[in-house]
């Protein structure tokens, strides 16, 4: 049987760029060889993209790319795949076939509809959801307005853009400390892993943490502070997806920041966690909906808060591309619901190709 070739992108020039490296390194090591030759891509921070077998360990040394190759994706869909220059920057540039596309970015440029706009173009079958799906769910204002569309529980907020801020910074003061008091959570709108976050208890604080999230996007969301439990819930499939057991993260920290998922250590993941029978099962009821209320597809997990007084579950947000190291969340909940990380991988690039042909059937311009 002739091997399929995927290309696997990471890196990114997102603040969770050695996220990816992760995810990268673990899915590469685990894809089924028999049946995929992996070609990895990485794309540095400044967002060049480079080919060849050295490429992830350059990343994440943060050595120099001189001697890498370059990568240029062909938008042309009657060729799909990569031209590589050969050797030094005045090397010839070598075409090479792609089948599909695992492109394991998080956050920024990876996650947020602009990657998958580029593979869309290029004719190529991608992992995950679509440009819509990933360019709702990544903007945390928008996707709590369309939980809400939907009927799903969140908690209260507020959202206002850099010029609303700089305008008239008194009156979203005033109607912070109003209507959702402290403490409470400042964010950027479009960003993953809780990179540029504040929890912030006074108004005090709050000038320095809406600059902060400024530094990341032109949008903030700032939250209601919600005493729970941090459950989680993976979400597998296309149009008719199907809800993992959930999970519980206990964090190190205050709160389960950059620090505390990527550095300390120290943050405790129960998988799966034992609920009341009627809780998880609205964990995977809403975690489908949600899902489905952003058109999602192949992989999400959805993070929810349980809290105790008044005993209800809130959704906190959607991750269309979540973090996929073997000891991540995401395939560690589908392991606890009996599906194992190598098998994970190979349904999800099933499905990317299944979605392909679904959409390639469709008519782009009307029958003469």
């Given amino acids: 049987m002739k091997r399929k070739r995927v290309a696997v992108i990471f890196g ?53 790319s001189e ?33 599909l596309v695992f492109p394991i970015l998080h956050g920024t440029y990876g996650e947020d ?37 939907h009927a799903l529980p969140v908690a209260s907020y507020l959202y206002f853009n850099r010029s609303q ?60 502070y919600v005493e729970g439990r941090e459950l989680e819930c993976s979400v597998l499939g296309d149009i008719n997806p199907v809800a993992s057991r959930p999970g519980e993260v206990v964090p190190c920290n205050e709160f389960y920041d950059y620090r505390a998922k990527y550095v300390d250590d ?21 975690s489908i909906k949600a899902f489905l209320a952003v058109e999602a597809s192949g992989l999400a997990r959805v993070d929810f808060f349980l809290q105790s007084h008044p005993y209800r579950l809130l959704i906190n947000e959607i991750n269309t591309m979540p973090g996929f190291t ?12 009996g599906i194992k990380y190598c098998e994970l991988i190979g349904r999800l690039l099933e499905m990317a190709e299944e979605r392909f042909k679904r959409k390639q059937s469709l008519l782009f311009v009307p029958p003469e």
Wanted: net charge negative.
């Fill in 326 to 337: 073997s000891i991540s969340m995401y395939p560690k909940l589908w392991e606890a619901s």
């Fill in 165 to 224: 801020w700089k305008e008239d910074h008194l009156y979203w003061q005033e109607r912070i400390e109003k209507e959702l008091g402290y403490p409470c959570f400042v964010k950027p709108a479009n960003l993953g892993s809780s990179v540029g976050v504040s929890k912030i208890h006074d108004v005090t604080e709050l000038t320095e943490s809406v600059e902060a999230a400024l530094l990341y996007d032109d949008k903030v969301v700032v939250e209601a």
């Fill in 67 to 99: 001697h890498l190759a370059r990568a240029v994706l062909v938008t042309d869909p009657a060729a799909p795949g990569l031209l590589i220059q050969n050797g030094s920057s005045s090397g010839e540039w070598i075409f090479q076939r792609l089948d």
């Fill in 266 to 286: 120290r943050s405790e993941l129960i998988i799966p966690v034992e609920l009341e029978e009627q809780i998880e099962k609205k964990i995977r009821e809403y």
């Fill in 12 to 64: 990114g020039r997102s603040g969770e760029h050695v996220v990816s490296l992760r995810s990268a390194a673990s899915i590469m090591d685990a894809i089924d060889k028999d049946a995929y030759e992996v070609i990895p891509i990485g794309i540095t921070r400044k967002g060049t993209w480079l080919a060849g077998p050295d490429v992830w360990s350059a990343l994440w040394e943060s050595r120099s």
């Fill in 113 to 149: 509809g602009t990657i998958q706009g580029l593979l869309e173009m290029a004719g190529l079958p991608y992992v995950g959801a679509g440009v819509l799906a990933s360019s709702v769910a990544m903007d945390k204002a928008v996707m709590k307005i369309l939980f809400e569309h």
